[in-house]
Nanobody
């Protein structure tokens, strides 16, 4: 049974920090990347950051580069997203998703490809 559960987040003031964690349970099924997306009210879901589990390769959207850090804790099957210097534009529901397809690594597909999603975690940032 697949399970992806986000935790952390909450509320912060502009300039503050929050941390999100994504716990992945796949019961021996391999997963090849973990990605964070976010969605503000009335907008499309947008990619934030991702990490390949095989080699630790990471990617960030331009809007969070230099402020957010993704880290993969293989031993605990968790991926954290440290968010610093937050702005109200960072507010929204943050979703964690996993890539279950091994061929994507070989074909150089972005680690933002997702096959299974968590339910999301709300992040609010006050100005």
């Amino acid at each position: 049974q697949l399970e992806v559960v986000e935790s952390g987040g909450g509320s912060a003031q502009a300039g503050g920090s929050l941390r999100l964690s994504c716990k992945v349970s796949t019961q021996a099924m391999d997963y090849f990347a973990v990605a964070w997306f976010r969605q503000a009210p009335g907008t499309d879901r947008e990619a934030v950051s991702c990490v390949r589990t095989s080699d630790g390769d990471t990617h960030y959207s331009d809007s969070v580069k230099g402020r957010f850090t993704i880290s993969n804790n293989n031993g605990r099957n968790t991926v954290d997203l440290q968010m610093n210097n937050l702005s109200p534009d960072d507010a929204g529901i943050y979703y964690c998703g996993i890539d279950l397809q091994p061929y994507r690594v070989e074909r150089g597909v972005s680690c933002f490809a997702v096959d299974f999603w968590g339910k999301g975690k709300l992040v609010t940032v006050s100005s």
